[in-house]
């Protein structure tokens, strides 16, 4: 992580505004001082007490700043697509402060050296904490376990197969066993490959009319339910990386009450669009796992709501303008998503299908403690933060877009919720407007 | 307001205007052709007077006005139907008003699509004068020159008038 | 929430709902499809005459864009674009730039540099039409004249003009769709058009294995018994079959599929003794329908060709005219904003 404008010797304090930790509980008003890095104060304390500088939060939101489980900062690659600094400053603008790196890199993150690769990109040009997620097979191809141990070592914090899936259920099975034994937590998207074939949108109303190329529900169930059961004879630590199917949502329940150690998460557009957003054809929506029914997306976010689905992601995957400037099926998939996360959940509580204190958890503890790490506001915990506004406004542009990516899915409509500050360990990663 | 111009006498008169130029060319079997649709309608009537027993044809002009690159095709376009070879015809082309001359001018260029008649006599029930193209029918029912605020419309088939209307503008 | 997306009418329909782009039969209503219809029966007339012309599109560069090999569509197109006194450029993309890697976006800023007026387009792929009509100059008109699965609007409309002749109108029709409506972007668009143009029944005669998943919410009724669906038909129209369907495990043979949903005499007489037998080519003898059927006294798969090329005008010249007085009415908005200062 590279320093910004407070250096961490300095002391912050941060007055007015609503704080709302990862677990639930809202107070007004606190003061915090932040020190080295940590939360020094809070409350009356934090109040009467000496800083360097201050922050008025006055009308703001204060929440641990958001932990997004997948997200490719496309370093080490060829550039068109991205960078860690690029990609992680898009991160810090949308609020996060901690992201999982996707080992879907060029070339693949399977291997101690790519590792350190993006862990010194990141220390060289990230405001905000990345945490690599390192390849479960070697090259992502599916067949041959990758040095699961080594990259471990190497600060890998869970081991992924990206967007790819495993070439048989055979060697899934072993890569659960062996990722097992070292106590590793395996991220997998379910989909099976040959049911899903040449699909790229949901098999449904929209592919029937369109004649587009669909990917039935049963391509996600079918490996959702392999998955679960390959889960618990292994032992595995399982998480489940995008669900798109109502039906997903209820075998992980299930799953939970037999004990299976599974957790899943959801992206956040999964949250807001359907099959519908394909009407026109715009490419911006091709998207894999596809944008499904109006009854799986209700099912999803009755999942987040209901603690089933502990995480929301951003699945940010940005691209350079020509890879969406095709026939939609020639295009590639993907939005890029980060910047919008949190306006697009702050869509969902206005309109009452999710409280905030749902949609924090979802950015927050949820996915913290998949990854094992700490998320509230506390006295000496590490001052990770997000301060936003919720009544202010702004519109996603090409102009405004910090991300290589301008394919977001909402462009050129004003959206709620603009973030004022991002502390990441005490520093500040983004303090734009 | 409006104020109806006596049709029959506009009748009449095409009527004589035409028997007199038939006989002047020694015109033996002329055909008629009315273009929509009050042309139309105007030859029917006239093709019964001058006991014309041969059905006439209706010209549909859509395809050949020369305004389509202003305001595109009109979506009611209708088959044009000529029950007869117009090739070395001598024809009476009908129309009910003349007034720029561009739809004589598409007319015609229709016809000639069909193939290369012998002669072609214009006869209009009203010739509202304001042409913006040389062409002059050969028959005219009335002259009129229109006052800014004035419209003529013809309504039909049955009766057959001619409305002279003050609107509002 | 909906993504701010363009919906397929934003895209084919000037303000005043004139016809610009001929995209798709989707949200275009029964009165556009019918003034589509009489303006075709108008183009007809036309091609009866000894000079078969009509001066709309002179002056105008037509190009046709195939990206999929096709002699029948692009000549019929030729001749309609000619017919309207147009240019006609024929270009076959799959065997120039695009096969080198070009990509689309590139083909069309080379070809706009030729001053086209209208893009002729058939494409492998669904939506291509409506990405190239989002991504060209404005003024310049696209007919899709098939894309992917998605749709084949001048066939389907072709087909309804078949119907009309033959039947007079749609209402109370009984209409059977049979074959492989998965893959058929001319079923998709037929399906549409008989929905808009009221027909009284729409039956989708198949395997499982050929239909789209949710294929009723298109607007018709499945039948997997032919000899069912047959029943009281007024119209059949049977879909080509094509062989790589056995290889996608999707058939079992060519002689299953006869057997269960060709059309033979046998199957033909459960119909109404008036139902009319289409077909929208190339047929399959002896795998989709029996000889003696395709050639038969209610088989009409003949009349496409004249109606093919009336139907064609008319689109163009339709979609032509929206293009133009849309310009024309962007300029006249300008000079007035001009003579009021506000420009």
Redesign the interface.
């Known amino acids: 992580m590279s320093g910004n404008t407070l250096s961490s010797s300095a002391s912050l304090k941060i007055t007015g505004g609503r704080l709302l930790d990862g677990h639930g509980s809202e107070t007004p008003n606190r003061a915090l001082l932040i020190r080295n890095g940590r939360i020094a104060a809070t409350g009356a304390t934090a109040e009467a007490a000496d800083a360097e500088q201050t922050f008025d939060a006055k009308g703001c939101m204060i929440t641990p700043g958001f932990v997004d489980l997948y997200c490719n900062l496309r370093e080490p690659g060829n550039g068109q697509k991205g960078n860690i600094v690029s990609e992680t400053r898009a991160a810090a603008r949308g609020g996060f402060t901690t992201v999982c790196a996707s080992p879907e890199t060029s070339p693949v993150n399977d291997s101690r050296a790519v590792t350190h690769l993006i862990q010194d990109g990141a220390d060289a040009g990230s405001p905000i904490r990345v945490l690599p997620v390192g390849a479960l097979t070697r090259g992502l191809e599916g067949e041959m376990l990758s040095d699961m141990a080594g990259l471990a070592a190497a600060g890998c914090i869970a081991l992924g197969n990206g967007s790819r899936g495993v070439r048989n259920a055979r060697v899934l099975r072993r890569c659960m066993a062996y990722a097992q034994t070292f106590g590793l937590t395996v991220m997998l998207r379910p989909e099976n490959q040959s049911l899903a074939a040449d699909g790229y949108a949901h098999d449904g109303l929209v592919t029937a009319r369109l004649g587009l190329l669909g990917i039935p529900e049963v391509a996600e169930t079918a490996s959702v339910m392999e998955m679960l059961l390959l889960a618990e004879e292994t032992g595995v630590k399982l998480h489940l990386s995008q669900l798109s199917c109502g039906r997903s949502v209820e075998m992980l329940a299930d799953a939970r009450r037999r004990g299976i150690s599974v957790t899943a998460d959801v992206a956040m557009h999964q949250l807001v669009f359907t099959e519908d957003a394909l009407s026109g054809f715009d490419s911006r929506f091709h998207l894999r796992p596809p944008l499904r029914s109006e009854a799986d997306r209700k099912a999803l976010v009755a999942g987040v709501r209901e603690g089933v689905i502990d995480a929301i992601v951003s699945q940010h995957l940005p691209h350079e303008s020509a890879a969406k400037q095709a026939p939609l099926p020639d295009t590639e998939p993907g939005l890029s998503s980060i910047e919008s996360v949190l306006s697009l959940g702050l869509g969902l509580v206005k309109r009452g299908e999710l409280s905030l204190a749902e949609l924090v958890r979802g950015l927050t503890s949820g996915p913290a403690s998949v990854i094992g790490l700490p998320a509230s506001i506390s006295q000496d915990e590490i001052a990770d933060l997000c301060v936003f506004d919720p009544g202010a406004d702004w519109t996603p542009s090409s102009q405004s877009l910090i991300s290589v990516g301008h394919h977001a899915p909402v462009l050129g409509q004003p959206l709620p919720g603009v973030v004022r500050l991002t502390l990441a360990e005490g520093r500040e990663a983004w303090g734009g407007a | 307001m409006s104020a109806l111009l006596d049709v029959d006498q506009l009748m009449d008169k095409l009527e004589a205007g035409l028997r007199g130029l038939l006989n002047e060319r020694g015109i033996e079997s002329p055909v008629l052709i009315g273009i929509r649709t009050g042309g139309v309608w105007v030859a029917d009537i006239i093709g019964k007077r001058l006991g014309i027993e041969e059905p006439f044809g209706e010209l549909?002009i859509?395809?050949?006005r020369d305004d389509?690159?202003?305001?595109?095709?009109n979506?009611?376009?209708?088959?044009?139907?000529l029950p007869f070879d117009t090739e070395g015809r001598d024809i009476i082309l009908v129309d009910d008003v003349i007034m720029s001359g561009r739809t004589i001018r598409a007319a015609m260029?229709?016809l000639?699509?069909?193939?290369r008649p012998a002669s072609i006599i214009l006869a209009t029930l009203i010739d509202l004068g304001a042409r913006e193209l040389p062409i002059q029918p050969d028959v005219a029912g009335q002259s009129l020159t229109l006052g800014m605020q004035q419209r003529v419309k013809l309504r039909g088939p049955d009766p057959l008038r001619i409305e002279l209307q003050e609107t509002e503008q | 929430m909906t993504a701010n997306a363009a919906s397929p009418n934003h895209l084919q329909l000037t303000r005043d709902g004139q016809l610009r782009h001929f995209l798709t039969l989707d949200g275009l209503g029964r009165e556009l499809l019918t003034d589509i219809l009489d303006t075709a029966d108008s183009f007809i007339e036309v091609g009866e005459r000894s000079i078969k012309k009509v001066p709309l599109l002179r002056g105008r560069t037509v190009v046709n864009l195939f990206f999929e090999a096709s002699t029948r569509t692009r000549s019929t197109f030729e001749l309609a674009a000619k017919r309207l006194s147009a240019d006609v450029l024929n270009l076959d993309i799959n065997t120039s730039a695009t096969s080198k890697g070009e990509s689309l976006s590139d083909t069309l800023l080379n070809l706009e540099a030729m001053a086209s007026d209208m893009f002729v387009v058939r494409h492998a792929q669904s939506g291509a039409p409506h990405f190239i009509a989002q991504s060209v100059t404005p003024g310049v008109a696209i007919i899709n004249a098939g894309d992917g699965r998605h749709a084949h609007p001048t066939q389907a409309m072709l087909d309804m003009l078949t119907i009309r002749q033959h039947k007079g109108g749609f209402e109370g029709l009984k209409v059977a769709i049979v074959g492989d409506i998965l893959h058929s972007r001319v079923a998709r668009s037929q399906i549409r058009a008989l929905n808009e143009l009221g027909a009284e029944q729409i039956r989708v005669i198949a395997p499982g294995t050929l239909l789209p998943r949710d294929v009723e919410s298109l607007g018709c009724t499945v039948e997997y018994d032919m000899a069912r669906g047959m029943k009281d038909l007024d119209v059949v129209i049977m879909l080509r079959l094509q062989k790589e369907r056995m290889e996608g495990a999707l058939l079992p043979s060519e002689r299953e599929f006869y057997r269960l949903y060709g059309l033979s005499q046998d199957k033909l007489a459960l119909a109404h003794p008036e139902c009319i037998v289409m077909h929208p080519g190339p047929i399959n003898r002896g795998v989709e329908i029996e000889s003696a059927v395709a050639d038969g006294p209610q088989s009409v798969i003949l009349n496409q060709v004249t109606n093919g090329i009336a139907i064609r005008m008319a689109v163009m010249s339709m979609a032509m005219g929206g293009q133009v007085a849309e310009r024309q009415q962007k300029l006249n908005e300008l000079s007035e904003l001009n003579e009021r200062g506000l420009a």
């Open positions: 549909d859509s395809f050949y389509f690159s202003r305001i595109g095709l979506p009611k376009v209708t088959p044009s139907s260029n229709e000639f699509d069909y193939g």
